[in-house]
C-alpha cells in the first residue's frame, strides 16, 4: 500500500501502476494477413530495446524455422492430417512453447499471427493465467483496398504458403480466406481479456504508445 500510495503522490496513473503489479503481459494479435501485425511486434521490440524483459514471437518466422529443419514432417500428409487447433502442428505449437516459457520466467511477450480461430486464442489465455500473465489482445483491422496496396508493393516471399494451415497459393488469396474464417470475439472470450485494442493504420502509433506504457517504459522516445 506504501508504494501505491507513493505513486499516486508521484502523479503515476494508478491503471499503469496496476498493470505493473502483475508478473508480465502476453499481447496476442488478430486480424488477416498484410494487417500490420508483425510490423506492430517488430516496432514494439525496437521500442523498448535489447535489455527489457520481452520478447516478440512471430509465427511466420518459426514456420520458416521448421521449414529449413524439418520440412518432411511440416508437409507430412498422414500428420497434417491429425492436426486440429487443440492439437496443433509445430507452426503453432513452437510459438505457444516460447510464450509459456517466457512468461514463467517474467518475461512480456507479443505473439503476431492471425489467430482467427476462438480455440486458437482460448489456448494463449490458458497459456497466460496458467503463469499469472495478464493478456491483451491486438485487433487488427484493415480495409480489402489497403490489403491489396500493401500486398502488392511489400513484395513478400510466399514459401509460408504451401502448406496447412495456409494452403494458399498467394497472399492476396489467404487475405480472402483469413478474412471469411475470422471470428471475433464473443462477450465471454472478451472478458478474458485486461484489455482490447482495435488497431487500424489511422491509430497505429497511438496504440503502440500505450502499450509501451502498459509495459511500463519511456514513451517520450521516437517510434520507429
Known amino acids: 500500500m506504501d508504494t501505491l500510495a507513493a505513486k499516486r503522490r508521484a502523479g ?22 498484410h494487417s ?13 530495446g535489447e535489455s527489457a524483459k520481452f520478447i516478440h514471437v512471430d509465427n511466420d518466422v518459426v514456420d520458416e524455422f521448421v521449414k529449413a529443419n524439418f520440412n518432411n514432417l511440416r508437409t507430412d500428409p498422414e500428420v497434417l492430417a491429425r492436426r486440429s487447433p487443440t492439437d496443433p502442428d509445430l507452426r503453432l505449437l513452437i510459438p505457444q512453447l516460447a510464450t509459456g516459457y517466457a512468461l514463467r520466467e517474467g518475461y512480456s511477450v507479443i505473439v503476431t499471427a492471425s489467430h482467427p480461430r476462438r480455440v486458437i486464442r482460448q489456448s494463449y489465455c490458458d497459456i497466460a493465467k496458467a503463469n499469472g500473465a ?3 489482445l491486438l485487433r487488427f483491422r484493415i480495409t480489402d483496398e489497403q490489403a491489396v496496396q500493401r500486398i502488392q ?13 495456409h494452403g494458399s497459393v498467394d497472399f492476396q488469396d ?7 474464417v475470422m471470428e471475433e470475439p ?6 478474458r481479456y485486461t484489455k482490447i485494442f482495435e488497431i487500424t493504420e ?22 520507429a
Request: hydrophobic share 35%; with cysteine; charged share 25%.
Open 134 to 136: 495478464r493478456i491483451v
Open 12 to 33: 503515476c496513473p494508478i491503471e499503469v501502476f496496476w498493470y505493473h503489479a502483475w508478473m508480465s503481459l502476453l499481447f496476442l494479435t488478430c486480424g488477416p494477413t
Open 202 to 223: 489511422a491509430n497505429t502509433d497511438d496504440v503502440l504508445r500505450s502499450v509501451q506504457d502498459m509495459i511500463g517504459q519511456d514513451t517520450s522516445r521516437p517510434l
Open 174 to 180: 489467404l487475405f480472402e480466406k483469413q478474412k471469411n
Open 36 to 48: 500490420g501485425k508483425t510490423t506492430f511486434g517488430a516496432r514494439l521490440r525496437a521500442a523498448l
Open 153 to 165: 508493393a511489400n513484395g513478400r516471399e510466399t514459401g509460408v504458403l504451401d502448406t496447412q494451415p
Open 186 to 191: 464473443t462477450d465471454a472470450e472478451k472478458q
